[in-house]
């Protein structure tokens, strides 16, 4: 079965892609994979350029650009068309260099062991910055994890198809017009991405430093939030409830709030700093952001001391209570898409649907509007 979150903030769940799934014996792994370049790249601290182009920053950077290395004009041509080295390019890329690029000078004849190229592609992200997301966060992040590996791992929602924002493909097996595909616009600058580049993973990634308490949070709060919110988090006339609902998920009519159902509180870090308050987004400091995080939490009673202070360092020791209920997205595999079925399994109506009655007729929508519209 699955469960899904609010469309609202499912567009920052579709980004966890391939980088979260990234750990440390992913990053290993890859080491030993970059076996198989070594001879021609080099990457981390004082790399140069050899054969080939030294791998540093790679990600977020257009093709054939490297001002001191010569590249082919294949190469130069895919990078000022727009192409950017991201997780999907570079595992095309190395897949099959030549079939992606054609005339490349990379004699490279491919990779093709998807899971060696997860790999190394997560290896070669800790040299690069535009990911801003540094090692650092990377290894104490796992070690902090107090959940079993194998739950968290059976918690991620998409697959490692899924593609990190940074790897904006342009060129696949397209032939691209030398002005760029659209005939529009320009590469984006790094500045640029990194502007957007805001979200924050459930494994951590992205988390800014800083830190803040429950009592700090709840002066920001009822300054900032409590007009729409409530000061319990109960919600003023319709604006969204954020505490309480726990226990209601199998009702009729679930309660679904951060305390009752959302799986991880990098949610709540991403979502307050990027949309709240609601028609002020983006005012409040990474610091506020923690505070309320904090607030939030005590409101649902995730943690129950005032002087309770989250930071960057202790956020991955919290988990959601809900979080053991999201499961990986495995529609694929569900019987009706694996074979093909008819949607309708049972009682299917032959021939052409058609409209036979109306609602309003039927007198399903409330008196005083059927009334005036139905007599
Ligand atoms: C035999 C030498 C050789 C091997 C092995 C090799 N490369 Fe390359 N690579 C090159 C050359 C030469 C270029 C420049 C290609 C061009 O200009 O068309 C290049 C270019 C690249 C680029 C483009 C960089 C940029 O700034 O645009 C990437 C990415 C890359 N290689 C990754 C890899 C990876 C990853 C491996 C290992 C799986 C690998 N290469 C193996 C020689 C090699
Ligand atoms: C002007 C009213 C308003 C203010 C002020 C406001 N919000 Fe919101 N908040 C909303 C609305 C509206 C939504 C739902 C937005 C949507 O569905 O796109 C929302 C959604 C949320 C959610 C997601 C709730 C859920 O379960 O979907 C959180 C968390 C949240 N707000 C936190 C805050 C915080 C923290 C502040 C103060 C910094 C704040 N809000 C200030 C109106 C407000």
């Known amino acids: 079965m699955l469960r899904f979150l609010k469309p609202i903030f499912a567009s920052s769940i579709i980004f966890l892609g391939a980088s979260f799934l990234a750990n440390a014996q992913d990053v290993e792994a890859g080491k030993k994979v ?3 370049c070594r001879a021609c790249h080099a990457v981390g601290e004082g790399a140069k350029n050899k054969i080939g182009p030294h791998l540093n920053d790679l990600f977020g950077r257009p093709a054939g650009t490297l001002e001191k290395f010569k590249f082919s004009k294949a190469m130069k041509e895919a990078g000022s ?7 999907d390019t570079l595992s095309q890329f190395i897949t099959k260099p030549r079939k992606f690029i054609k005339k490349t000078k990379m004699s490279f004849s491919g990779l093709k062991n998807e899971k060696q190229r997860v790999d190394l592609i997560s290896y070669l992200k800790q040299f690069s910055e535009a990911q801003a997301v540094p090692n650092a966060v990377d290894e104490p992040a796992s070690k902090e994890q107090k959940t079993p590996k194998k739950q968290s791992s059976s918690n991620v929602i998409l697959g490692k198809k899924a593609v990190a924002l940074t790897s904006v493909v342009l060129a696949r097996d397209v032939e691209i017009p030398k002005h760029g595909m659209l005939h529009l616009g320009r590469v984006a600058l790094t500045e640029e991405v990194s502007a957007w580049d805001i979200d924050i993973r459930p494994d951590g990634k992205g988390l800014p430093a800083g830190k803040g308490s429950v009592a700090q949070g709840e002066l920001i709060y009822v300054e ?4 729409c919110h409530g000061d319990f988090g109960e919600g003023v006339d319709r604006w969204p409830v954020l505490a309480g609902g726990q226990g ?8 679904k709030t951060i305390g009752s159902y959302w799986p991880y509180l990098s949610t709540v870090y991403d979502y307050v700093r990027r949309a709240m308050p609601f028609g002020n987004a983006r005012s409040l400091s990474d610091d506020d952001v923690y505070a309320l995080t904090a607030y939030l939490m005590f ?3 995730i943690v129950e001391d005032e002087d309770f202070e989250l930071s960057k360092e202790n956020f991955l020791d919290i988990r959601l209570p809900n979080e053991a209920n999201f499961i990986d997205d495995n529609r694929r595999q569900e019987p009706h898409y694996v074979e093909k079925l008819e949607p309708c399994m049972k009682d299917c109506k032959t021939g052409i649907a058609s409209v036979i009655l109306r609602a309003r007729v039927l007198d399903v929508t409330p008196d005083n509007e059927g009334k005036k519209e139905g007599e």
């Not at 068309?81 to 997780?87: A, E, P, S, V």
């Not at 209601?248 to 309660?255: F, I, K, N, S």
Request: contains cysteine.
């Open 248 to 255: 209601t998920l199998q009702e009729d009519r679930p309660e």
């Open 224 to 227: 900032n939030c409590a007009v």
């Open 299 to 301: 409101l649902n009673d």
């Open 81 to 87: 068309q727009g192409m950017l080295w991201g997780d």
């Open 34 to 36: 970059f076996n198989k």
